[in-house]
């Protein structure tokens, strides 16, 4: 499937968005890294920020949780490697919950 053609003006909009979108994913994560949200908070909430970060990347900002521990949990919850938070099922979410409760 091609790629529409955008006016200059389009993309730039498209690349302002983007940005935007990364700087807000950004703040959460370092909101999470820092203890000031928890994975159970950022796994209920309803906004694209949350829903459009990648699941490994979520876990790998907690604190004191590194890319084999994260992979461990991911593969444990039958987790796909490349899933984002928006399309983790409940027993996927429970099964997060029970491995960093509190985190």
Known sequence: MALPTMTPEQRQAALEKAAEARAARTAMLNEVKAGKLSLAAVLGR???TAKKTRVS???RALPGVGKVSAEKAMADA???ANRR???LGARQREALNVTFPQQ
Do not use: R
Request: zero cysteines.
């Open 46 to 48: 309803d906004d694209d």
């Open 57 to 59: 990347q979520l876990l």
């Open 78 to 80: 039958g987790i796909e």
């Open 85 to 87: 938070v928006g399309g």
